[in-house]
């Protein structure tokens, strides 16, 4: 169990195009996904935190304009980012947490999309 | 001073080594600790979780925490070639599940 999927694996656009990414919780149900970015060989930077049916919450220096981001139901959350740039390129994942009602539930990440913008 | 430090490494060990990675955290109120594997161009996967001070076994991994040196390990026993990836700990206060990541140990086991 725990399973969560993201759509697409990989993606190339043109600059100033939008691109949306999928991250879906396969087999459970997530009160809370969470996208991060990261770059080659550093560790996972968080960007925002969403909760289904609420807006979500952006880190610090994290455009919420540029990336938006919607979590519609319990088992999808979409991350999408506008207007991209070279800039954006990078590796996103996403990750879901089980709504156990349990303090301190871990998060369960997903394969990743990679973004590269030309 | 960051809230997780992990010697980003890497490490290279012959196959059938121990392999023992470690990480230190300065906020004493964090309660939930995890590590996670990443292998290149993949998501994390979850390896360990734990909440309290002390030693959980899972197969070849151990996990060790120490809340009063705020000091948690993973050590891999009898490695092989497919434990060659990142190891991330990372760790959380509860409630709101937010978790601080440490930099990563690059692992690479030798056949």
């Known amino acids: 169990g725990a399973v969560v999927s993201q759509h697409p694996s990989w993606v190339i656009c043109k600059s100033g195009t939008s691109v949306k990414i999928e991250c879906r919780s396969l087999?459970?149900?997530?009160?809370?996904m969470f996208w991060y970015r990261q770059f080659p060989k550093q560790s996972l930077m968080l960007m925002a935190t969403?909760?289904?049916?609420?807006?979500?919450?952006?880190e610090q220096g994290v455009e919420k304009d540029k990336f938006l981001i919607n979590h519609a139901s319990l088992t999808l959350s979409t991350l999408t980012v506008t207007s991209a740039h070279p800039e954006d390129s990078s590796f996103y994942i996403c990750?879901?947490?089980?709504?156990?009602?349990?303090?301190?539930?871990?998060?369960?990440f997903g394969p990743g999309t990679r973004l590269l913008v030309l | 001073q960051k809230e997780v430090e992990q010697d980003p490494g890497p490490l290279s060990v012959p196959e059938g080594a121990i392999v023992s990675l470690n990480c230190t955290y300065s906020?004493?109120?964090?309660?939930?600790f995890m590590w996670y594997r990443q292998y290149s161009r993949k998501g994390p996967e979850l390896l360990m979780y734990?909440?309290?001070?002390g030693n959980k076994e899972d197969g070849r991994f151990t996990a060790q925490v120490d809340k009063s040196s705020k000091y948690i390990s993973l050590f891999i026993r009898d490695s092989q070639p497919s434990d060659s990836a990142t190891y991330l700990c990372?760790?959380?206060?509860?409630?709101?599940?937010?978790?601080?990541f440490g930099k990563g140990n690059q692992v690479v086991v030798i056949p």
């Open positions: 990750s879901a947490s089980r709504t156990s009602g349990r303090s301190g539930e871990t998060q369960y």
């Open positions: 087999d459970f149900q997530a009160t809370t």
């Open positions: 969403s909760n289904e049916g609420s807006k979500a919450t952006y």
């Open positions: 906020n004493s109120a964090f309660q939930y």
């Open positions: 734990t909440y309290s001070s």
């Open positions: 990372a760790l959380a206060l509860g409630g709101n599940n937010r978790l601080a």
